[in-house]
């Protein structure tokens, strides 16, 4: 299954991630009707009462933005980001990631020197800095993915992170608060951090293990806790004037 097109192909994957559940409404307050309300209604074979009620049933699962692939460039862009405008979603685009292979593509450089990630940021830079996908803080609706991790070999470091200020991959990649710092404003916005298996995964590492044993929600709600504190401290920390 793949979820990188372009086309109807492409609008159809925007469509299936950032749509309302049927029943649910747009950032305007306009009902949603979703290509599957009609199949769903004409669908005999079900009761009157439970084709209602599956109509009506909110769908928690929907994203409120995504992040996609720019290697077909804006072909495989634009449906997402024409999708995100009109129901008031995110998007983020992947630029410079923390893996440890990336550099084999990522740091791919022309005759000048300018490397594949560069110019992938240059081509954020443009797309966002449409006017209609600007809100009232002055932020896009498309914002760019750059991983914090500092180490050689082609990884991002926080000098890339300051270059392209965007959201991080925090501890499971290897980064730390202090290292997503670099992609933060100076008063303390402008970027998002992400956590997930440093999170999500708690309950098996310490001290989380010792303290929660087998008591796995408990162990992730300490984890997120701590996540944003130490993130809060770090914030915090930058802003101090210096001296």
């Avoid at 008031?88 to 440890?100: A, D, E, P, Q």
């Avoid at 990336?102 to 022309?110: E, H, I, K, R, S």
């Avoid at 991959?169 to 933060?184: I, N, V």
């Amino acid at each position: 299954m793949k979820r990188n097109d372009i086309g109807p192909s492409a609008q159809a994957y925007a469509a299936a991630h950032l749509l309302e559940p049927a029943g649910q409404s747009a950032a305007d307050g306009e009902r949603i009707s979703l290509a599957g309300d009609a199949r769903l209604a004409a669908d005999q074979t079900m009761p009157e009462s439970e084709r209602q009620d599956a109509l009506a049933e909110p769908d928690r699962s929907r994203a409120d933005a995504i992040t996609v692939n720019p290697y077909l460039g804006l072909d495989g862009v634009a449906p997402f980001i024409a999708t995100a405008t009109e129901l008031g979603k995110g998007l983020f685009v992947l630029v410079r990631t923390s893996n440890k292979s990336a550099g084999q593509v990522q740091d791919f450089a022309d005759e000048s020197g300018k490397k594949l990630y560069e110019q992938v940021a240059d081509l954020v830079e443009t797309w966002a800095n449409n006017l209609p996908l600007i809100g009232r803080c002055g932020y896009s609706l498309v914002g760019a993915v750059v991983g914090a991790t500092c180490s050689p070999g082609g990884r991002t470091s926080p000098a890339d992170a300051a270059q392209h200020r965007a959201g991080a991959g925090l501890r499971a990649q290897g980064a730390t608060a202090d290292d997503c710092m670099a992609s933060f404003k100076p008063d303390g916005s402008g970027a998002i951090v992400n956590a997930s298996r440093s999170v999500l995964y708690a309950f098996d590492r310490e001290p989380y293990r010792s303290r929660f044993g087998k008591d796995w929600r408990s162990a992730i709600a300490a984890a997120a806790k701590d996540f944003r504190d130490d993130l809060a401290r770090a914030i915090a920390e930058r802003k101090k004037p210096a001296g």
